[in-house]
């Protein structure tokens, strides 16, 4: 519960500042603030007036997330973007206001906001505009009063959308750059014109078109008068524009894709649209036939009523004649006439109606055959117009099908394009995390002053063994000896140990400072971390990183006993060579870069100590030679080696069993007794007090004896 609260009121004092803690309206007003951005569909971020120290952790993957297009982080304390995620996440927004905050830069990553239309930087501390803000081509409004900007960037001269720059009240801006006439779409600029030195302050207190000819004429080109707001068209950008070295760039882009699917829809559209009027015409042509067979057909039948009518007239004289003669004929027998009249009679009436059945007869059967054939007529219209629907909707259809598999294809190329960058980032972190510990390894294990405090460390450590062995086989044998003064000795040396911990720690804070020196170079590239391992092993001492493992402990503390262990990579030279220890004098330790005359006395005091104590062990000749690798030979007992170490007897003693286990090797300190008689893993179980002497244990130091 200790360590969840404090992890709360850092959070919390990381945001709002020190008085953040009682000021629980403001964390409520945050808190709703962030609820609002994330359930409500509108377009708005706020995050103004909430006495921010740093921009809350998600705030830019909100933004890109639920797609909003207006941030606002105004009257806050805000220094830096920082805390807030990527800044390559606001792509989509096209209203920043950082106004009324303590920023004195604005980072370079600015230049991924290739949507932003309104930037609001008024009262800050800003010193320069980075030239990064070149890559803005939507920006319309620059705010950036009331700060202490000393010049402008000539990158402002690139903004072919920037419509009104605001630059008044910043007391120490006495020039405009000239660059600034390339943004020709510039039609309003605020500055305080008195205090201009270029232009100067008769042009600078005129209006923008004077000020803009007076930069043209400076640079040499002719002025051209700004585009009608209502006739431009701002060159969006969509996130695919952002240029990302991480991913590999596809041959043809979905915007292309896009454009031959509507091309390739248009096609369609014109080929439906001329076979439709080809059928159109094609049924123009049968109708106009069509009715010039009728016209022909009812011509015909009209000639055939005309013949029938004058048919009927002449068999109507002839009848008159004959009744004419049949009355004349009467006047002479008149009842035959008569008779003769009456039967002609009815045989005129028998013909006149035979010939009137004919004639209605023929009218009917042209009628209903005119009428079967206009019926037929109309039933192939009407088939044809079905079945040119049916491949119309057919042809809609399938365009439909079409153009929802386009769709999904390209929201699966595009999620599978993500999912490729995501990777790739991933791989790439990892792959720097790793080549950045692998060269603070190697770093570390260069270092001269790491080397010299582990060899020292590794001494120390063995003398406590050696005590503690000592110790233990006294008390094993019975042997009386003076307790106090091994506990004298022991409290010294841990004394000792831990003032080397110490001096560890420290050195091994400034490498890893150094690594952030190098890590913060601008010309990194990805293999960055490999170029630096393979510097240090290039140029570290080929036999630098082994030397630990076969030098002559009786060399090394004599040279921590001069207090030069720390120069004993200088000594490689020497120590892995066919010189001899008697020939190191002063001036080749100078020329192996031992830069301290004390320290040179002390490398030659501490070789000659060690070549007499060698000389009266093993009656040592100076007329030997010293072999750098390989162990003494039986016969080469007179040899000095600086490097090479003989005593198996005492590294014997060395690794003594743990007092608890009986099994594995001493490898823990406890403190303040200083007894090293117990494992790492024994030294991890519950005990009241040290194994050999029962006094009290306050901690334990894990080392390890090289």
């Known amino acids: 519960m200790g360590c969840g609260g404090s992890c709360i009121h850092k959070a919390t004092m990381s945001l709002f500042g020190k008085n953040a803690n009682n000021d629980t309206e403001i964390r409520a007003k945050l808190e709703r ?23 809350p952790s998600g705030t830019f993957s909100i933004c890109k997330v639920y797609r909003k297009e207006y941030l606002y982080l105004q009257h806050n304390n805000l220094q830096s973007l920082e805390g807030g995620g990527q800044v390559a996440d606001l792509y989509l927004i096209k209203v920043l206001n950082i106004s009324y905050n303590k920023f004195t830069h604005l980072p370079i990553e600015i230049r991924y906001l290739v949507n932003l239309a309104e930037l609001y930087v008024q009262d800050n501390m800003l010193r320069h505009i980075p030239d990064s803000i070149q890559h803005m081509q939507c920006l319309q409004i620059l705010d950036v009063s009331k700060n202490s900007l000393k010049k402008l960037t000539p990158s402002l ?173 009467e006047n002479l027998k008149p009842e035959i006439i008569q008779q003769q009249l009456a039967h002609e009679q009815a045989e005129h009436d028998r013909l ?78 990892e792959d720097q995390d790793i080549q950045k510990a692998v060269v603070a390894s ?45 506990l004298q000795q022991r409290i010294h040396l841990v004394n000792l140990l831990d003032d080397l911990f110490a001096q560890q720690n420290k050195r091994r804070k400034q490498l890893i400072e150094t690594l952030k020196e190098m890590e913060s170079e601008t010309d990194k590239t990805t293999d960055f971390w490999l170029k630096n391992y393979q510097k240090l092993i290039d140029s570290a001492p080929k036999t630098l990183l082994d030397v630990g493992k076969c030098l002559d402990p009786a060399l090394a503390n004599y040279l921590l006993q001069e207090g030069v262990i720390h120069c004993l990579p200088f000594l490689v030279k020497f120590l892995f060579s066919d ?70 007897a005492e590294s014997s003693v060395l690794e003594s069993e743990c007092v608890i286990c009986m099994d594995a090797k001493c490898e823990v300190v406890f403190i303040p007794c200083g007894h090293m008689c117990c494992c790492q893993l024994c030294s991890n179980k519950k005990m009241e007090g040290c194994p050999m002497c029962r006094a009290f244990i306050e901690r334990t130091i894990k080392v390890v004896v090289a």
Not at 307 to 318: G, N, T, V
Not at 616 to 637: F, G, I, L, Q, R
Request: net charge negative.
């Open 33 to 55: 603030k962030l609820y609002i951005a994330k359930e409500s569909p509108e377009p708005d971020f706020d995050l103004s007036e909430c006495h921010l120290q740093q921009v």
């Open 157 to 329: 001269g690139k903004l072919k959308c920037l419509r009104k720059l605001i630059i008044s009240d910043n007391k120490d801006l006495t020039e405009l750059c000239p660059e600034l006439c390339f943004a020709s779409n510039l039609i309003h600029i605020e500055l305080n014109g008195e205090q201009f030195t270029f232009p100067p302050e008769n042009i600078a207190t005129q209006n923008t078109e004077e000020i803009m000819k007076f930069l043209c004429t400076k640079m040499g080109i002719e002025f051209l008068p700004p585009i009608p707001i209502e006739s431009e068209v701002l060159p969006i950008q969509s996130p695919n524009s952002i240029h990302n070295p991480f991913v590999k760039q596809h041959s043809i882009t979905w915007e292309e894709q896009e454009a031959a699917i509507i091309e390739q829809e248009n096609r369609i559209h014109k080929a439906a649209k001329e076979q439709r009027d080809k059928f159109l015409s094609k049924v123009l042509e049968e109708q106009l036939e069509l009715d010039s067979e009728i016209a022909k057909v009812q011509e015909a039948k009209e000639l055939e009523r005309q013949k029938l009518i004058k048919a009927i007239q002449e068999d109507e004289k002839e009848i008159h004649c004959l009744v004419t003669n049949f009355i004349q004929f």
């Open 352 to 429: 006149l109606e035979i010939t009137r059945q004919n004639y209605d007869n023929v009218k009917k059967s042209d009628v209903l055959r005119a009428m079967e054939m206009l019926i037929e007529d109309d039933y192939a219209i009407q088939y044809s117009k079905k079945y040119y629907e049916d491949s119309w909707n057919n042809i809609k259809q399938s365009m439909l099908v079409e153009d929802l598999e386009g769709s999904e294809k390209v929201a699966e190329l595009l999620k599978a394009k993500d999912q490729s960058r995501l990777a790739l980032v991933g791989q790439l972190l």
């Open 442 to 486: 190697l770093l570390e294990r260069v270092d001269a002053r790491c080397w010299s405090l582990n060899q020292e460390i590794s001494l120390i450590s063995s003398h406590l063994a050696r005590l503690s062995v000592i110790e233990q086989e006294k008390k094993k044998l019975h042997i009386g000896y003076n307790y106090n003064e091994l």
């Open 579 to 648: 010189c001899f220890l008697t020939d190191i004098t002063v001036e080749k330790l100078k020329e192996c870069g031992v830069s301290l005359s004390a320290d040179r006395q002390g490398i030659i005091k501490a070789i000659n100590c060690y070549v007499g104590s060698k000389s009266k062990n093993h009656n040592y000749e100076p007329s030997t030679s010293v072999e750098p690798s390989a162990p003494p030979d039986d016969d080469m007992e007179g040899n000095v080696s600086g490097v090479i170490s003989t005593d198996k």
